[in-house]
């Protein structure tokens, strides 16, 4: 038969509410069998030392089993911190107990044996703990909890003795009763005992006028120890905790977090300094990507008033201010703008943010991101204009003297003092049919002289000239391939080069030179 939809789901969901509602009987009984064992179990139990476990969470205990279980120090369960407490005596407890499930009961002894011993017992799940003598008239339990307590004590004490930072303690009038060893040993260093006399108590207060707190919060302050030439100058700081007995004080020397801090202060007042001097504007930005340093050179070349920098500006509202300002390069619409600020962010973390923004006031600035430790970002602004300005003009006069050689009807040619060559004109170019140093590579003397002997007359001069590695100051006469005569000048420069000029002996050889395609003329054969 084939029932509706609703009815196979409504079907379903009782079958999964009648299910649960089984399991969780079963678990409610079960919980109440262990419930009633454990009754049974400690009901009779008042006067001893007796503790019930559920694997190893405690379920119920005497009194004195649980004042014994109060003397744990340790452990993360119930179970672990009854043996922390009695492994000292019973050093078998952990494995003895193992196999308690299945063996019902067993008794574990002491050591020395005759101390006493542990009782447990398996019913329903319950593991039952219970302490006694040998004797069986009364248990242990006040000597561990004695024991455990002095084992307290011993390493209170221990930790007090042994720790490196001053601790001391004072009665409600300011007397010293209580110090430990570093607080004596230092005190002894400082105030030495006279020869052959004992430590007397109390010894002489380290640190005078020390705050004592009126509330139950630790009133913390910086005192300077100094003694009388045995110890340099040292920093403490002293925590002065509120107690009923009294206040307690702890001393750490911090000489060398102040001595460090005051370097720290000093390296940045010099960083400040350095960059207060540079010509170069500087923004840093944090990992936030707000701004955190800048020096007074930002604020003279941008024109963004300081009281703007000081307010921490994030790196979008640092570009859009320069925008509004009109230091940066007008891009063509704001969306773009916005592009471009991410696209200078990304570019700085990868160190590859080198652009020149061309300002609408005729200034450029040279801007460069870098990234620093910890996702920081630092841009540097320099001021090229008057760099480009030079650099223009040099370009020009270097146009303009480059023509006026190209002028002439001379063939010229200039080399350095090593034997590059660094200028031609036109002349000589179409002469010798050479790109002469507008080439792509660099034209030595050693590459013309071969052009040079190529396509004239053989000559000495070329073998003088190639032995002397130079070009020594003198006049020749040579004669070209096709019957034109030259003559050759070599002049020495005051900047250590070399002019070598090649003057055309008959002038109407040299008529209309200038209006010939730049070709080579002088070609052997």
Known sequence: MILPPALEALLAAAIGLTGAALLFLWWSRANTVKALAARRLIAADTDETVLLFDDETLLDATPQGRALLGQATTGVSDWERLLGVLEKQFPDLRTQSADVASVGRKSVSSQPPDSGAVDLTYLDGVVRVSLRRVDGRNDPTERLIVEAMEQELHLLRSIGDNAPQLIWQCNDAGDLVWANRAYLDLADHIHPPCDGLPRTWPPQDLFEDVAIPEGVSPLIEQKWLQSRGLLTPRCYEVSGVRRDTGTMHYAVDVTEVIEAREDQQKFVQTLTKTFAQLSVGLAIFD???????????????????TDFLISRPHIGQFLDRLREARMIPEPKDYAAWRTEVEAVEAAAENDSYRESWDLPNGQTFRVTGRPHPDGALA?????????LSMTRRFRSQIEIGQQILDAMTEAAVAFSATGEMVMSNRAYRILWGSEGHLGLGVPTLTDELAVWRENTAPNPLWHQIANTANLDPRVADIQLCDGRRFTLHCSALSTGHRLVRFTDRDSTLTEGLHDMPTERLARNG
Do not use: G, W
């Not at 707000?290 to 930002?298: D, G, H, I, S, V």
């Open 287 to 305: 990992r936030d990507r707000r701004l955190t340093l800048f020096n007074p050179a930002l604020t003279d070349m941008l024109q963004v008033p």
């Open 379 to 387: 841009f540097l602004f320099e001021d090229i204009s008057e760099e």
